[in-house]
C-alpha cells in the first residue's frame, strides 16, 4: 500500500486553476523536488560549477521544455503553470529554480528575435538540453543603468563587429550561444542584439568568478574584440535590441519572484518544524506567543505576495498592457519578502540554522541575489513610484475631496 504525503503548510489553492495535464506537470515537478532534486539540493551548493546532473534532469524531464514554443519541441507551458514549476524548485534548490528562469533569460530573444532557420537551427536543442545559450547585458559601466552600455555594434557589408565587455554572464563558461546587446556604432540611440557562437575569433571568456550562493550556476565575464558576426545572426531588426532584453527580462523577473516565494515557502515550513520540535522553557519554542507571530507574518506576508504573483503571471498569460509594472512590484515585493523571511527562519532555528548542514544556511545566501538580478530592488520601486506619479495627475479624483488645488485646503 502506498502512502499518501502529508499536507503541506502552504496551500494548494493556485493549483486548482490549473487544467489537468498543467497540474500533472506541477505535480511531476514536487515529485521531482521530493525523490532527487531536494535531497540533492545540498550537495550541488558545496561547489560552484555548473550543475550539469540537475541541468540533464530538468532537461530529460521535460521542465526546460516548457519555456519553448511547440513549433520548436516544447510545450510552452503558460506563466500560471511555470510559476507554480519555479515556486516548487525555489522551494528546495534555487539551483533547479535558476535553471528554469535562467533559461528564459537566456533563450527568449533567441526564440523571441532569431531568424526562421537559426530558430530551426539552434531552438529545438536548446529546449532538449543539448544546446546552452546565455545573455550578455551587464557591463562593468552598466548594470542597473543600461543608459551606461558601451558594446558597440558595427555594420561591414554582410557582417557586423562586435567590441565590448560583459560582466556577470550567467552560464557563459557553458554557453554555446551567446545573446549580445549592444549599440550601432554609427548610432549609440540604436540597440541591437546579435547571436555570437562560443568559439568566434576575438571571443574571451573569463574564468568563472566566485560568488557568495547560487551555486551550480556559475558566471564569468565576456571580452568582444572586433568578433565578427553573420549579419544573419542579427535578433530581431536594427533597434529591437533594447526591447528584446526587456522581453527577456519581463519573464525572468517573474520568475524570479517564484524562485523566492518558494524559497521562503520552504523557510518557514523548516522553521517552523523546529519550533514544533524544540522545548524552551518548559515549552515547544512554537507555544510562545513571540513566535507565533513571526510565523503569522511570514504566512500572511507569502500567501498575499502568491496571490500578486498569480495575477501577474495570469496577466503575461493575457497580454495585459501592465503586466511590466506587475512584474516590477511581484518581483520587488517577493524578492525583498523571502529575505525578511530567511533571515528570520534562521533566527528561529538558532544555531542550527547557522550551520553549513542545515538548508537555511544557503537559502540565506541564495536569497540576496533575487533583490539584485533582473533589476534590483530599488529599480523597481522607481518604476513603480515614477508609473504612480504619471497616473496620479490624470486619475480619477477622490470623492471626498473638494473641487480645486489641494493647496486651498
Ligand atoms: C550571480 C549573478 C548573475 C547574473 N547574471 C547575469 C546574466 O546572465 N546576464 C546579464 O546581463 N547580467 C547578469 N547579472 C547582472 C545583474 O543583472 C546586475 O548585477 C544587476 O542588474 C545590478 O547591476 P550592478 O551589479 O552593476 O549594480 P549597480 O548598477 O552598480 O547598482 C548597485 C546598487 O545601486 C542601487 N541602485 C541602482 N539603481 C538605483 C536607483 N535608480 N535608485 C536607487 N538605487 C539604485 C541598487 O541597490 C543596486 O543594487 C548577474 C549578476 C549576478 C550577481
Given amino acids: 500500500m502506498t502512502t499518501s504525503p502529508a499536507a503541506r503548510l502552504f496551500g494548494d489553492h493556485f493549483l486548482a486553476r490549473l487544467d489537468s495535464p498543467e497540474q500533472a506537470t506541477v505535480l511531476q515537478v514536487r515529485e521531482l523536488c521530493r525523490s532527487t532534486l531536494g535531497p540533492e539540493a545540498d550537495a550541488v551548493s558545496r561547489e560552484d560549477v555548473f550543475a550539469w546532473a540537475t541541468f540533464r534532469t530538468l532537461a530529460r524531464e521535460g521542465v526546460i521544455a ?14 500560471v503553470v511555470r510559476i507554480r514549476i519555479i515556486e516548487e524548485l ?18 527568449r530573444a533567441i526564440v523571441a528575435g532569431a531568424s526562421e532557420t537559426l530558430r ?36 561591414d557589408g554582410d557582417r557586423y563587429i562586435v567590441n565590448g565587455r560583459k560582466k556577470f554572464i550567467t552560464r557563459a563558461s557553458t554557453a554555446d550561444w551567446f545573446a549580445v546587446v549592444g549599440r550601432a556604432e554609427d548610432d549609440p540611440s540604436v540597440f541591437i542584439a546579435v547571436l555570437i557562437p562560443r568559439d568566434a575569433k576575438g571571443f574571451r571568456i573569463s574564468a568563472e568568478a566566485g560568488k557568495l550562493g547560487w551555486f551550480g550556476v556559475p558566471i564569468s565575464s565576456l571580452e568582444f574584440n572586433a568578433v565578427e558576426v553573420r549579419a544573419s545572426h542579427r535578433l530581431g531588426a536594427e533597434g529591437d535590441g533594447f526591447s528584446l532584453a526587456q522581453d527577456a527580462l519581463l519573464r525572468a523577473r517573474i520568475g524570479h519572484a517564484a524562485m523566492a516565494l518558494g524559497r521562503a515557502i520552504g523557510s518557514v515550513e523548516i522553521a517552523s518544524r523546529y519550533a514544533s520540535e524544540r522545548v524552551l522553557s518548559g515549552r515547544r519554542e512554537g507555544d510562545h506567543q513571540g513566535v507565533q507571530w513571526m510565523l503569522a507574518d511570514m504566512v500572511t506576508q507569502i500567501e498575499a505576495s502568491r496571490a500578486l504573483l498569480a495575477l501577474t503571471a495570469d496577466k503575461y498569460d493575457q497580454g495585459a498592457p501592465d503586466v511590466a509594472l506587475f512584474a516590477s512590484m511581484t518581483k520587488l515585493h517577493a524578492t525583498d519578502l523571502c529575505m525578511k523571511v ?59 475631496l473638494h473641487d480645486g488645488p489641494l493647496t486651498d485646503y
Wanted: aromatic share 6%; charged share 25%; hydrophobic share 35%.
Fill in 120 to 155: 530551426h537551427e539552434i531552438v529545438p536543442r536548446l529546449c532538449s538540453g543539448e544546446l546552452q545559450a546565455a545573455f550578455a547585458l551587464t557591463e562593468p559601466g552598466a548594470g542597473s543603468d543600461v543608459r551606461g552600455l558601451q558594446t558597440s555594434i558595427r555594420r
Fill in 66 to 79: 516548457t519555456a519553448f514554443p511547440r513549433d520548436y519541441g516544447g510545450s510552452d507551458a503558460r506563466q
Fill in 90 to 107: 525555489g522551494r528546495v534548490c534555487s539551483t533547479s529554480a535558476s535553471m528554469i528562469t535562467g533559461t528564459d533569460l537566456s533563450s
Fill in 342 to 400: 530567511v533571515t528570520e527562519a534562521l533566527q528561529l532555528t538558532g544555531g542550527r540554522g547557522y550551520l553549513r548542514d542545515f538548508p537555511l544556511e544557503r537559502f540565506f545566501r541564495d536569497a540576496k541575489l533575487n533583490q539584485i538580478g533582473e533589476g534590483a530592488s530599488e529599480v523597481h520601486k522607481t518604476v513603480i513610484g515614477r508609473d504612480v506619479m504619471r497616473r496620479a495627475a490624470l486619475a480619477e479624483r477622490h470623492p471626498c
